[in-house]
């Protein structure tokens, strides 16, 4: 029987047009039914010279499905190359016409010989969800149009992390990823956001190696990267939130890439003297309201459910009661991202479940004891559930809708303690 | 069930006619799997049909230019001639036809192929969403 899904966190793979539209200057071209595009958009923060409004797309209609539409992609291709001035054309395909078999491919490749590079995804929403779409655009960059390079850039790495719009915080996390990499002396190379585009994507066969953070997204294209550009990579599972994550990062990420020791100590004592000189002056306030939160509950997905149990364990000292990763990660990866919430300071495990149904996560909120009021970090569903519980809410993860965050982040040393200004604010709203 | 298609073809063997070209609708029947030519249907030539281009016919369109059309008053004649049919497929069917096509449920196919292509297509469509299967096709098939 038909399974009803409650409060689906994702959406779509087809979502992995805004995987293309965070790529400066490059244009996804939709071959999918009228209006997927306009309820698959985020409706703030994705305005501006390309907007999922005026995103080409085929439309089509019950004429296309009886008799196929690949006669309008192939126009609505050509008319996009004459008509919009992108320097990445990626054409999507939506459910209608790979279920009807368009062979979106094969259209795709008459334009091989354009002035500017055409690519292709298949990102119909029955193979899975925008996480899974987001893989396939970019697989579909490594497999259609990077090249192998012999020439290699030393000291150049590509950074990876999650998914652009369906992460809150994707450009200030990735902004400061690059910053704390090239700390350590290495020239960081990323493909979203502004002023990154076409050319850092020219760059990526050159570089050293691939550094991913994140659980498990991505990590397919960094296998093929490897076998077909020959770039070697460094998964590092945790996006390191605050200082303890932040510097395990730095020293894993400096021995990859033979940075000396001392260089990388000396970051990390820059930085953590900082952090540690904030955390000092507000241990008074940290003190008083742990009577209040005595235990969390992140409802994210798996990046940032795991990030924040980390900080908040090792940093904050907080514990944690039930976790929930909320992205349907492939189950191939479980094991591992469930072995990653046992590896907590001070010998604390947490318990993490991989529930994509927003009802069931809500019966064990409301049925834990949290012995006082709860602290919930999650998307806008969980905003009610904690507020019957008395409980303190920050809204972390997608779907947002009560918060505005143009470049903030939660990545690193600052990131860690952003995210500690964001929780402390709500808890002493509590009383004020 | 039976159902009808309205096809526009001047030869009985190519789809080639646009929707207001048509004088006699080609017919085919459906039933049990089974194709059959049941009539050619004469389409009426309306009074403010043949009047269209005068300016200040017809009601309720842009009149605005000479030539231009004068809303669905056009077409509605000639709709109404194959209301009976599940779909119509010519060549080209024009904006208020659609519209007009589509207020009454009937589908709008404006392909250029044989008639025997377009039949074989539709019927195939039909039969999966008539009996709720899959419309899901190798690529090989397509």
Known sequence: MAKLLDKQRYKCALGAMQTVQAIHRALPILHSGPGCAQKLSDTIGSSGYFSPNIFPCTSINEKDVVFGGVKKLNSTIENALKVVDADLYVVL???IPEIVGDDSGEVVSRFEDADKPVIYAPTAGFKGNNYKGHE???????EQYLKKSDKKQKGLVNIWADVPYQDLFWLGNIRELEKLVEELGLIPNTIFGFNRGIDNINKIPQAEFNLLVSPWVGL?????MEKKLGIPYLHYKTLPIGATETSKFLRAVGKFANVPEGKVEAVIKEHEDYYYYLIERYADLFLENRVINKQFTVVADAQ?????????????????AKQFV?????????????????????????????ETDGYKI?????????????LVL????????????KGNFLNISWPVQDKVVLDDFYVGYTGGIRLIEDIYTIAVQRFN | MAYRIAIGSSDGIHVNLKFGEVSKFLIYEVEDGKTRLCETREVQ????????????????????????CSGPSDVLGRVESIADCRCVVCKKVGFQAQKQFEKKAISVFDVECDIEEALEKIIFYYEKIDGHESIRRKRTEA
């Not at chain 1, 396939?136 to 490594?142: F, G, K, L, M, Y």
């Not at chain 1, 397919?220 to 093929?224: A, D, E, F, L, V």
């Open chain 1, 304 to 320: 940032y459910t795991l990030g924040i149990t980390k900080f908040l364990v090792n940093d904050l000292g907080l514990i944690p």
């Open chain 1, 378 to 389: 999650g998307g806008y569903y969980e905003k009610e559930v904690t507020e019957n519980q």
């Open chain 1, 93 to 95: 395909t939506g459910c």
């Open chain 1, 136 to 142: 396939q655009v970019v697989d579909a960059i490594i």
């Open chain 1, 362 to 374: 809500h019966e064990e909120i409301k049925n834990h004891d949290y012995h006082g009021y709860p």
């Open chain 2, 45 to 68: 030539q309306e009074e403010n049909e043949a009047e269209c281009g005068n300016k200040g016919c017809g009601t309720g369109g842009c009149g605005g230019n000479q030539s231009g």
């Open chain 1, 326 to 354: 909320v992205d349907d990660t492939p189950k191939n990866y479980r094991d591992e991202i469930k072995e990653e919430f046992k590896q907590l300071n001070y010998g604390i495990e947490a318990e993490v479940s991989f």
């Open chain 1, 220 to 224: 397919g294209n960094m296998k093929k």
